[in-house]
């Protein structure tokens, strides 16, 4: 196995385990300093804006494509970044209701949910295999609401079910932005060359475009958006979450898909749901029945199955480095 696909695996599996830190920042630090998800939201991402834009700035070649960009592309990706408050808000509201063991398992469906739009929108996921796979993930899905406690919230449940699906609808504005359209991946259409924006310059705008969506919601909430209105035991969590699971979570991730594709690093990052599981048991005292156990076997073979199911020539690249 050569070095650039080594490092591209363990930037993978790194960019999935940045990502279950989240949940963990926010309900053990954040959420008690009295900080709502929507006050967190605008913190995490201002946080990863200015650090994805001082990552673009270190790159010359990124900097001449930012420069390069027309104004019709640059508002494409502002609205992409924007949609994607919509997953962060429900994930994070279910989080406040519901142990955040569940609410990973339950995004865990993603992958089977952009096959079927797919169907339509993006390059067609073939094959019973590939379709057995959503089948596998709704029954694991069961299981895991099967073993939910007598006092769990129902509507933490059904905002954490809405989370995978605004997540799968976010994930195809992401590849229509790198090229793939119905019948083709984004590198087929470039013969071979990659995403249409490089990942750099596509994470500075898109996590701006989140970040202000994040502070107008902040605004007409009525949330607090001054550095001195947040409680100082909330700080570590803000920090954490907005660094290690947006910025260098979004960062790892690009890089590996630039280097093993798009569908081989969200099999690496199908680790999330593994790290914030044991993250909720180890810090947070969350119980883990062997029912929601077995779901969440259930839940990751199938998402395992849905992205080895796929032909290598169909695999979506959403985002590579130029």
Known sequence: MDRRRVVG??????????????PLFFKKYVFPAG?????????????ATLVSWAWLALQPRARAACRDLDRPTVARLLFTGAFFVVNASVY????????????????SAYPALVAVLSLRLGYRFEGKLAWGSLGIVIAGSVLTIGGVNAGTSE????????????????????????????????DMR????????????????MMTGTWITTLILALVAGQPVLPGEVPLDAWPGLVGIGIFAAAIAIQA???????????????????????????GIAFLSEAFSPIRALGAIVVLAGVLLAQTATPSESRPVVLEEP
């Open 253 to 279: 991730f690009y890089a590996s898909a630039a280097r093993i594709g798009a569908a081989q690093a969200s099999l690496m990052a199908t680790v999330e749901p593994v790290v914030v599981i044991f993250l």
């Open 92 to 107: 994070y509201a279910a989080i406040e209701r519901i142990d955040i063991s569940l609410v990973a398992l339950l995004m």
């Open 9 to 22: 695996i363990g930037l993978g599996a790194l960019a999935g385990a940045a990502y279950g830190t989240g």
């Open 155 to 186: 509507l933490g449940v059904v905002l954490a079910l809405l989370s995978p699906v605004a997540y799968a609808f976010y994930i195809i504005l992401t590849a229509w932005m790198a090229g793939e359209r119905p019948g083709q991946t984004a």
């Open 190 to 205: 470039s013969k071979g060359r990659g995403a249409q924006v490089p990942p750099p310059v596509a994470g500075a705008i």
């Open 35 to 47: 900080v709502g998800w929507i006050e967190m939201l605008m913190w995490r991402f201002l946080f």
